[in-house]
């Protein structure tokens, strides 16, 4: 994204696609090897320069995911695991057997959902501050309850550079406010309780084997650090790395460092894993 | 006209406390015995009300100190047997905040039972911030409400065979109430509205259709209720499916009224202190509805005055009458303002009548209530019933 690309430019080369029945915005963007880029709990709105920084190395495929941004929530939709079933579906929709596969805070969460169902259709996994594994046990909070803060105490929680001045609704459009409206109910669709977990996540990753980074800002106000390592901990082959100066919005924080590391990161352990060839 | 004494039955000794009045408030503000002490004076009042020949409402909030009724049913319960002649509204039962509207149903039909059949039952969608206590989905909420609803009402006029359900939201192998109501097919349901489209919908049902303190919005509530019914059941809707709630001070004198209302005004205050994110949690309101919301700014939930401003910051007493959310003075003075307000919305034929709030005594509340039931109830007979065919007046408010 240059400069003076706003979000709603961005936005708008997005493609609109149905997957399985759900009509579906999907930002496509770069060339390479596809990679399926997870938004967290904000949806797109906050990804802009990592899709952006990402796209100069492989072909980018960013779904909003259902009840977010333009995408339609199916009735039936109630939990984590749709929107799981429904990633699977969009690979198959795209074409894609197997992408480099980048969540981010909620979509951390849904990346492992998604391949714990189907480790094969990841080549390499990058989750940046993970939610999914229990974020508390009984009176002991491990992680911050977004829904509890009020709008100005969630954005200093959720970033360690300045929040960004508050915005009066009345001076957006209807559908930029449909659009935040949509994106804090679908968060509250999947996370509400048990809040932003699935309690069975910590006995399934087993499952998701492949060779994983999991980013973490040392500066995350929501999931600490050793929230991380016990993600990190959790999964058979993964690495945690801390970012400097980064809070729980990687994406918003540390864009180009997250984007270098993954672009090393899939290189390097795609060498690894095919060193005949 | 039918008159419901109604107290939120709040724990006034925490109004000093700083922040807000729910959700947040440690409950280590709450003295027990102080609590104990009065919950029983508000059932005192709620039998002197039986008495005095009112009909009586009670409702619930959690974690709040503006309200210690946690449960309508355990409330009307107790006054199931302290009274014996009003009729006992619940307004009512948070319907999807209950994980298990079977046992709704079974202690609607336990207290209908108690009561000899007075019970009435309101079934609400509740406050936005009440999900934060029953910790149940904001999000889709509306359809877990409706299906509650059906099986609430299935379990009351169930006459035939126990039956199961497996909906949506709600699985029963087996849905038999022992007792089941008197009241067959049911109770009379009620449920609240704040816009003319809300309002429609209860219509339909044939429920009698409340609104709270809501001014110059009740006319276009009930002018929605009354043009679906009309719609669905082909004839004018009776007035006794209306209802209007507002505070109410009458004394015998305008200055010792004033006083009293100055204190029944707390409830205002204090029932408003709430951080805003609880307020309507996410995803709790359908979009469209928070958007238009967010849209129009907080300036546009407040009420208006008859002279079309929207209720200032703080309000003085005049202002709340002017906004039809109080009536206070002297029994004429009353009587002349519910006459006229009652006018402006094309009449209601339930007056609730939130006879104790904020930190009004005890006796004061024994005056109120005895005063209106002397001076003011008797006369409410005079309201003209509704002509069909009249014009509301709907210029009274801008």
Redo the contacts between chains.
């Keep these: 994204m240059n400069p003076e690309e706003t979000f709603e430019d961005f936005l708008s080369s997005a493609t609109s696609m149905e997957v399985a029945g759900v009509d579906t915005e999907v930002l496509i963007r770069g060339e390479g090897e596809p990679l399926l880029y997870l938004h967290g709990l904000s949806g797109l709105e906050n990804s802009t320069a990592l899709i952006d920084r990402l796209a100069r190395n492989f072909k980018v495929y960013a779904p909003s995911v259902p009840g977010f941004g333009g995408t339609q929530l199916p009735a039936h939709f109630?939990g984590i695991d749709d929107a799981a079933i429904f990633c699977l579906d969009l690979l198959d929709a795209l074409g894609i057997g197997r992408a480099v596969v980048a969540g981010f805070s909620f979509g951390g969460w849904l990346a492992a959902e998604m391949l714990v169902l189907d480790p094969q259709r990841a080549s390499r996994l990058v989750l940046g501050a993970p939610l999914g594994l229990p974020t508390a046990h009984r009176r002991e909070a491990h992680v911050t309850d977004i829904?509890?803060?009020?709008?100005a105490q969630?954005q200093e929680h959720m970033q360690y550079s300045a929040p960004p001045p508050p915005v009066d609704?009345?001076t957006?459009s209807?559908s930029q406010?449909?659009r935040?409206?949509?994106n804090?109910?679908?968060?509250?669709?999947y996370g509400?309780?048990p809040y932003v977990n699935n309690p069975k996540l910590p006995h399934r990753l087993h499952r998701v084997a492949l060779p994983t980074l999991v980013l973490w800002g040392e500066d995350d106000r929501i999931a600490p650090l050793a929230y991380g390592q016990r993600f990190a901990d959790a999964l058979p082959n993964a690495e945690l790395r801390p970012l400097a100066q980064c809070g729980h919005r990687i994406e918003i924080d540390q864009p180009s460092a997250a984007a270098q590391a993954i672009v090393n990161f899939a290189c390097a352990s795609a060498a690894i894993e095919e060193p005949a060839e | 006209m039918k008159v419901w004494q109604f107290s939120e039955q709040a724990y006034h000794p925490a109004f000093d406390e700083p922040g807000s009045m729910r959700v947040t408030l440690p409950q280590r503000h709450c003295d027990p015995a102080e609590a104990g002490r009065l919950l029983n004076r508000y059932l005192d009042e709620y039998r002197l009300a039986d008495e005095l020949g009112f009909n009586i409402m009670v409702n619930e909030h959690h974690a709040a100190a503006t309200c210690m009724s946690t449960s309508c049913m355990t409330t009307l319960a107790i006054l199931a047997r302290e009274t014996s002649k009003a009729q006992l509204l619940a307004l009512g039962i948070p319907l999807a905040n209950r994980s298990n509207p079977l046992r709704v149903a079974e202690e609607i039909a336990m207290v209908d039972v108690l009561s000899g059949g007075r019970l009435e039952v309101g079934l609400v969608k509740g406050a936005g911030y009440e999900v934060?206590m029953s910790?149940?989905?904001?999000?889709?909420f509306v359809d877990r409400f409706w299906e509650a609803h059906d099986l609430v009402l299935a379990a009351l006029s169930n006459e035939g065979e126990n039956f199961s359900w497996e909906g949506e939201h709600f699985h029963y192998r087996v849905a038999s109430l022992w007792p089941r109501p008197l009241q067959q097919p049911h109770p009379p349901i009620w449920m609240t509205a704040s816009s003319a489209g809300s309002a429609a919908q209860h219509a339909q049902y044939g429920y009698t259709c409340a609104t709270f303190l809501s001014g110059a919005v009740a006319r276009s509530v009930f002018a929605g209720y009354r043009s679906a019914f009309r719609e669905a059941h082909g004839q004018e809707a009776p007035d006794e499916r209306l209802a209007y709630l507002a505070v109410i001070s009458v004394a015998d004198d305008r200055v010792t009224a004033f006083a009293r209302a100055e204190k029944m005004k707390g409830y205002f205050a204090t029932a408003s202190r709430l951080?805003?994110?609880f307020r309507n949690?996410?995803?709790f309101l359908p979009?469209?509805d928070?958007?238009r919301m967010?849209?129009?700014?907080p300036s546009a939930m407040r009420p208006k005055m008859r002279d079309g401003n929207p209720l200032p910051a703080d309000p003085s007493i005049e202002d709340y009458i002017q906004a039809g959310l109080m009536f206070v003075g002297t029994p004429d003075d009353v009587y002349a303002q519910l006459e006229q307000f009652h006018d402006e919305v094309g009449g209601f034929g339930n007056l609730l009548m939130m006879g104790q709030a904020g930190t009004l005594s005890h006796q004061e509340t024994v005056e109120n209530l005895t005063v209106f039931a002397r001076e003011v109830m008797p006369r409410l007979a005079e309201l003209s019933p509704t002509d069909p065919g009249r014009d509301i007046r709907f210029e009274a408010f801008a």
């Design positions: 109630t829904f509890m803060l009020s709008p969630l609704p009345a957006l209807e406010v449909e935040m409206v949509r804090t109910a679908a968060a509250s669709l509400w309780s | 934060f910790n149940r989905k904001p999000t889709n951080e805003p994110q949690a996410a995803g979009v469209k928070t958007v967010m849209r129009n700014g």
